[in-house]
C-alpha cells in the first residue's frame, strides 16, 4: 500500500503520543490482517477449553474466544509497560483491586483515546478492554504484527528492549495507518529453553497441538507444546493460596494478595537491551547463563 505523509506523520504522531502517556513501546498493526490471527483461528480447536473459566465471562454474545472487532476499525495501536522483575508489585492483585500496572495501561487507553478524540475528531478509537470475551483482543498476536517482538518457545511476546517482561493493552481506530512491524527478532533460535523446564506445573512438557492435526503454522509456544490448562491450574492455585497481608496504601485490614506465577517470564534467558540496563548490567550481554 502507498501510504500518504499525513498518514506517516500521523503514525509516528500516535506512537510518541503512546510514550509520552506511559508506555515503554507502542507500534501499529491491520486490523485486516489481525482478523484471523493465529490464536483468533486456533481457539475453536483448542482442547478443554470449553470448561475455562473465561468462557463464563462472555459478553460479547459471540463464541468463546472469538474477537468482536467493529466494522470501522482498521488499525490497532498496541503498546507495552515494562514489568520488571524488581517491580513485581504491579502484577499483584490485592483483593479485588486492579494492579497497579493494569491501571496505568488504562490510563494509557483513556489518554490516548483524549488526545486523538480532541485533536483528530473524525477518527473513532476504540478501547480494548484485557479480556477477548468482553471485547479484547489478542495482544500477544497485534504486538507481533506491531513489530513489538516475537512470540517465544515460552508462548510470551518477547520484546528486544524487556525481554517477556512486559504487558500489553491496545486501542482499536477507525483510520488506516502504515503498520509499524513485523520484526527480524529470535533469541530462541539459539537456547536450551529454560523457560519450558522452570514451570512448576509442566505445562510445557507435551505436545498438544500439531502443524498436521490444525493446519496453522503458528501454534502455542511455537511448536504447540504449551498446554493452558496446567498453566490455569497453577493460575487457580495462586488465588486459593494467597496470603493474607495488610497493604496499608489499601486498607489496614489484611487482604488477600494474588501473586501469579511469571516463572516462564522471569527464568527467560533473553532479558532485553532496556532491562540489562535497568538491572546495572552490561547492556551488550542480553543472555542469563545457562
Ligand atoms: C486468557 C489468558 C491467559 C490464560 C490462558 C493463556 C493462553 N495462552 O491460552 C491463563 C490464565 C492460563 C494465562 C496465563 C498467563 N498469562 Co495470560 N493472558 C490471557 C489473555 C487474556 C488471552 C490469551 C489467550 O486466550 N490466547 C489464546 C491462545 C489460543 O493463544 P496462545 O496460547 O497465546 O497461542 C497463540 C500465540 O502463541 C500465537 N503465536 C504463536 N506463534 C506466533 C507467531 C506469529 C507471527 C503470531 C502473529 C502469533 C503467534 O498463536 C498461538 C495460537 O496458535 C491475554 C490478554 C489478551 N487479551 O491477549 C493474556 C496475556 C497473554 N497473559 C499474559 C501473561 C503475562 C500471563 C502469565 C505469565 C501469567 C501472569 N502472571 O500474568 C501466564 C503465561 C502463560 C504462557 N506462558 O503463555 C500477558 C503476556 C505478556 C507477554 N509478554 O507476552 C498477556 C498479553 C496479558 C497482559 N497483561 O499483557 N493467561
Ligand atoms: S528462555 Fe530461551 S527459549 Fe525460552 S523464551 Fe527465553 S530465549 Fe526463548
Ligand atoms: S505462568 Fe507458571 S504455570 Fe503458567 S506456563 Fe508459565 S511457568 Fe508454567
Same mark, same amino acid.
Given at each position: 500500500?502507498?501510504?500518504?505523509?499525513?498518514?506517516?506523520?500521523?503514525?509516528?504522531?500516535?506512537?510518541?503520543?503512546?510514550?509520552?502517556?506511559?508506555?515503554?513501546?507502542?507500534?501499529?498493526?491491520?486490523?485486516?490482517?489481525?482478523?484471523?490471527?493465529?490464536?483468533?483461528?486456533?481457539?475453536?480447536?483448542?482442547?478443554?477449553?470449553?470448561?475455562?473459566?473465561?468462557?463464563?465471562?462472555?459478553?460479547?454474545?459471540?463464541?468463546?474466544?472469538?474477537?468482536?472487532?467493529?466494522?470501522? %476499525?482498521?488499525?490497532?495501536?498496541?503498546? &507495552?509497560?515494562?514489568? /520488571?522483575?524488581? #517491580? /513485581?508489585?504491579?502484577?499483584?492483585?490485592?483483593? %479485588?483491586?486492579?494492579?497497579?500496572?493494569? #491501571?496505568?495501561?488504562?490510563?494509557?487507553?483513556?489518554?490516548?483515546?483524549?488526545?486523538?478524540?480532541?485533536?483528530?475528531?473524525?477518527?473513532?478509537?476504540?478501547?480494548?478492554?484485557?479480556?477477548?470475551?468482553?471485547?479484547?483482543?489478542?495482544?500477544?498476536?497485534?504486538?507481533?504484527?506491531?513489530?513489538?517482538?516475537?512470540?517465544? *518457545?515460552?508462548?510470551?511476546?518477547?520484546?528486544? @528492549?524487556?525481554?517477556?517482561?512486559?504487558?500489553?493493552? &491496545?486501542?482499536?481506530?477507525?483510520? @488506516?495507518? /502504515?503498520?509499524?512491524?513485523?520484526?527480524?527478532?529470535?533469541?530462541?533460535?539459539?537456547?536450551?529453553?529454560?523457560?519450558?523446564? &522452570?514451570?512448576?506445573?509442566?505445562?510445557?512438557?507435551?505436545?498438544?497441538?500439531?502443524?498436521?492435526?490444525?493446519?496453522?503454522?503458528?501454534?502455542?509456544?511455537? %511448536?504447540?507444546?504449551?498446554?493452558?490448562?496446567?498453566?490455569?491450574?497453577?493460575?487457580?492455585?495462586?488465588? #486459593?493460596?494467597?496470603?493474607?497481608?495488610?497493604?496499608?496504601?489499601?486498607?489496614? %485490614?489484611?487482604? /488477600?494478595?494474588?501473586?501469579?506465577?511469571?516463572?516462564?517470564?522471569?527464568?527467560?534467558?533473553?532479558?532485553?537491551? *532496556?532491562?540489562?540496563?535497568?538491572?546495572?548490567?552490561?547492556?551488550?550481554?542480553?543472555?542469563?547463563?545457562?
Amino acid at each position: 500500500m502507498n501510504w500518504s505523509e499525513e498518514q506517516k506523520s500521523l503514525a509516528e504522531e500516535l506512537l510518541e503520543k503512546a510514550k509520552e502517556f506511559g508506555a515503554d513501546l507502542a507500534g501499529l498493526a491491520s486490523v485486516a490482517r489481525l482478523k484471523n490471527s493465529p490464536s483468533e483461528q486456533l481457539f475453536p480447536n483448542m482442547k478443554d477449553h470449553a470448561r475455562d473459566h473465561f468462557a463464563e465471562q462472555i459478553t460479547t454474545g459471540l463464541a468463546h474466544g472469538a474477537v468482536k472487532w467493529e466494522p470501522e %476499525e482498521k488499525t490497532v495501536l498496541v503498546f &507495552a509497560v515494562s514489568h /520488571p522483575e524488581e #517491580k /513485581p508489585e504491579l502484577d499483584w492483585w490485592c483483593g %479485588e483491586i486492579n494492579p497497579p500496572g493494569n #491501571k496505568l495501561l488504562a490510563q494509557i487507553s483513556a489518554k490516548l483515546k483524549q488526545y486523538i478524540e480532541e485533536h483528530y475528531p473524525d477518527i473513532r478509537v476504540y478501547p480494548k478492554p484485557y479480556h477477548v470475551e468482553k471485547g479484547g483482543i489478542y495482544l500477544k498476536d497485534a504486538a507481533v504484527e506491531a513489530g513489538l517482538g516475537c512470540i517465544g *518457545r515460552n508462548n510470551l511476546l518477547i520484546t528486544p @528492549e524487556y525481554g517477556a517482561e512486559v504487558r500489553l493493552r &491496545a486501542i482499536a481506530l477507525s483510520r @488506516e495507518l /502504515p503498520p509499524s512491524g513485523p520484526l527480524e527478532f529470535d533469541p530462541c533460535r539459539e537456547c536450551g529453553r529454560p523457560c519450558a523446564a &522452570a514451570c512448576p506445573k509442566d505445562a510445557f512438557s507435551q505436545v498438544i497441538y500439531t502443524r498436521e492435526e490444525t493446519g496453522f503454522s503458528c501454534l502455542p509456544a511455537r %511448536e504447540g507444546d504449551y498446554y493452558r490448562k496446567r498453566c490455569a491450574l497453577e493460575m487457580e492455585e495462586n488465588e #486459593k493460596n494467597a496470603p493474607m497481608e495488610q497493604v496499608l496504601e489499601y486498607s489496614k %485490614e489484611p487482604m /488477600p494478595v494474588i501473586r501469579y506465577c511469571r516463572t516462564c517470564e522471569f527464568s527467560c534467558r533473553y532479558q532485553g537491551t *532496556r532491562g540489562q540496563h535497568t538491572r546495572g548490567q552490561q547492556k551488550e550481554l542480553q543472555m542469563k547463563p545457562e
